[in-house]
């Protein structure tokens, strides 16, 4: 498949904006599924310090 131009490229025969929102949302998702356990890992770290903190000063 060839285009003419890049303009005709983002358009994708009229197909575009389906096509771009479908890449989009895929790369949401991929983000998605590296940043929540990232953070989720680091929220559990803080709270296990926390929770060590406060059973050494009992």
């Keep these: 498949m060839s285009f003419a131009s890049f303009g005709e490229f983002l358009a994708m025969g009229s197909h575009g904006p389906y096509v771009w929102s479908c890449y989009a949302i895929g790369l949401a998702v991929l983000g998605l599924n590296v940043a929540l356990p990232i953070l989720a890992r680091r929220r559990y770290l803080q709270d ?4 060590m903190r406060r059973e050494e000063s009992k």
């Design 48 to 51: 296990e310090a926390r929770r």
